[in-house]
């Protein structure tokens, strides 16, 4: 591993990754993690790049040049339906954040990551991008692991799976690359190590965010006052969607309309994430709705635009 970290750097691909395992030459040899997470030099030039932990179905970072300005600020930023955290990780900070999904791996993903950043990112660093380790992380027993374990186990799922996949992570789903090539490597591999480097600046940015593992319904009654902002982002309802089982954890139409009569008396501001149906536009009726000007294909007959529906 250190000498492929050697070659790493010395191709303009790795550097980052280096520093983490303390093999930068121009360090001692004990150099330790936390250093390089909060080296200056580092934090200056990825300032104003855009930060993402893994692919996530329904995730809204391609989204974020259309989606983020539409969102105001607050005192309070609250994320009921989480899942990768793309808007929250991109936003200018709030005094108070709150990040909750009811997805305890994914949450324990982000706690480790937050709590004990320089362990994960090791053990991360020195996984090969596998079919073999992604077949473990997905199918093999996670009783009785450490928290670390299984966020290195998760991790794996969700970034060495295609399309954002990780919930339904398997081995036939393995993101490998045939001639696509990057940095003088495969542009998986290149994607993979890519993805480990940011690791430490999405730990710092966590470092402020309370993180919750509860029902939505239960976080937006928890946190509710006039200085909130949610911004909802919860599976959408099957009518219009392509694939109706890539989330582990589902919506009803009755649990959707649970959330509308939440959403509805919520004294602070909230924004929804959809596309335009039936279904929405009854639960949502009087609200503004703003439309993306893209389309994308995750629609089951046509190409649909993201919807916003605001209370304010």
């Known amino acids: 591993m250190e000498s492929s970290a050697r070659y790493l750097a010395a191709q303009g691909q790795g550097k980052q990754l ?12 004990n150099h330790r993690m936390a ?12 300032r104003g790049k855009r930060k993402i932990a ?31 955290a ?18 305890g791996e994914l949450v324990s993903f982000f706690r480790v990551l937050r709590d004990q950043t320089e362990e994960l990112v090791k053990a991360i660093a020195l996984t090969p991008f596998s079919r073999q380790e992604l077949t473990a992380a997905a199918s093999e027993p996670t009783n009785g692991l450490s ?12 970034r060495q799976v295609r399309t954002g996949l990780a919930q339904t992570a398997s081995e036939g789903r393995w993101a490998h690359c045939r001639g696509t090539s990057r940095a003088g490597m495969a542009g998986a591999v290149s994607r993979w190590l890519g993805s480990i480097e940011g690791l430490p600046g999405i730990a710092e940015r966590l470092l402020r965010v309370q993180i919750e593992n509860r029902p939505a319904v239960e976080v937006i009654r928890l946190y509710d006052t006039k200085e909130t902002l949610f911004y909802c982002d919860p599976p959408y309802p099957h ?8 989330y582990k954890y589902e919506m009803t139409e009755e649990e959707h309309g649970e959330l509308a009569n939440v959403l509805r008396s919520a004294k602070g501001k909230v924004a929804l ?39 304010s």
């Open 147 to 158: 928290a670390l374990e299984r966020a290195r186990r998760f991790f794996v799922r969700a």
């Open 86 to 103: 793309a808007v929250l990780l991109n936003r200018e900070p709030s005094p108070v954040e709150t990040y909750n999904d009811v997805d």
């Open 18 to 29: 280096a520093l983490l395992l303390g093999l930068d030459e121009a360090q001692p040899s």
């Open 239 to 246: 009518e219009i969607r392509g694939d109706t089982r890539s």
């Open 273 to 311: 994430s959809g596309y335009r149906c039936a279904l929405l536009d009854k639960l949502y009726r009087g609200w503004r709705c703003v439309e993306s000007s893209e389309k994308n294909c995750h629609s089951i007959k046509k190409p649909r635009k993201e919807a916003l529906w605001m209370n």
């Open 35 to 46: 250093q390089a997470t909060n080296d200056a030099r580092y934090l200056r030039g990825n």
């Open 54 to 84: 893994f692919g996530w179905y329904g995730g809204k970072f391609s989204h974020l040049n259309w989606l983020l300005p539409l969102l105001p600020y607050t005192h309070h930023y609250c994320e009921p339906f989480g899942g990768s």
